[in-house]
C-alpha cells in the first residue's frame, strides 16, 4: 500500500509540474516580448496585466520557465549596470543548451570584472571558453580570458588563450586581433 502511494504520488506531482510548466510558458510569453523590445523593465517586473520574469521566478518556481527567467534578469541585470545582481540569477540558472549555457558563464565573468574581481572573470571566461567549444563563441570567450588574464598580470596564461584562438580556430573573427594581441603578450613575458 506504502509503494502504491507513494508511486501514486510522483505521478500526481509530475502531472501537476507539466501543468505549472505550461502555465509559466504561457505567462513568460509577453515579458519575452517586452525584454526584445527592449522595455526592460516591464520584462522585470511585468506590465499589470502580465507577468515579468521575476514574478515567473517567484511564482513557477522549479520549471524551465523560472530556469530561463533567472537568465533574462540576469542578462537585464548586467545591461542596467547591476552587475552584483546580475550574478546571482545567472548562477542560479543551468541549462544542457551548450551556446545559452557557455554565455551565462561569460555574462557571469562580465560582471565579476566589473566588480574588479577578475579573478572570479576569468574563473568564468575559463568555463566559457571550456564548455563544449565551438568554432563561432569560444574565440570571443578566449578573447576575454586573455584580457583579463593580461589585466590580472598572468601573461603566461594571456599567451596561451590567444594562442589557442590562433591554433584552434583559424576563421574566428577574433583571429587578427588575436595574433596582434599575442605578439604584444608575448613581449610583456
Not at 111 to 133: L, N, R, S
Amino acid at each position: 500500500l506504502g509503494i502504491a502511494v507513494v508511486i501514486g504520488g510522483f505521478f500526481f506531482w509530475k502531472s501537476q509540474m507539466a501543468e505549472k510548466e505550461t502555465q509559466a510558458q504561457t505567462e513568460m510569453y509577453k515579458a519575452q516580448f517586452y525584454f526584445d523590445a527592449d522595455s526592460l523593465n516591464k520584462a522585470l517586473s511585468g506590465d499589470g496585466n502580465n507577468y515579468g520574469f521575476l514574478d515567473i521566478i517567484e511564482e513557477y518556481s522549479g520549471t524551465k520557465a523560472a530556469n530561463l527567467s533567472n537568465f533574462y534578469v540576469g542578462t537585464i541585470y548586467m545591461q542596467q549596470g547591476k552587475f552584483d545582481e546580475a550574478i546571482t540569477y545567472l548562477n542560479d540558472f543551468s541549462s544542457s543548451d551548450i551556446l545559452v549555457q557557455a554565455r551565462a558563464y561569460a555574462l557571469i565573468g562580465d560582471a565579476y570584472v566589473e566588480t574588479g574581481d577578475i579573478a572570479k572573470g576569468i574563473d568564468f571566461y575559463t568555463k566559457a571558453a571550456g564548455y563544449e567549444p565551438n568554432e563561432y563563441f569560444t574565440p570571443m570567450y578566449l578573447m576575454k580570458l586573455a584580457q583579463a588574464q593580461e589585466a590580472n598580470s598572468d601573461f603566461d596564461g594571456a599567451v596561451a588563450s590567444y594562442s589557442k584562438i590562433v591554433t584552434n580556430f583559424p576563421k574566428a573573427q577574433e583571429l587578427n586581433d588575436a595574433k596582434k594581441s599575442l605578439a604584444r603578450a608575448e613581449g610583456l613575458k
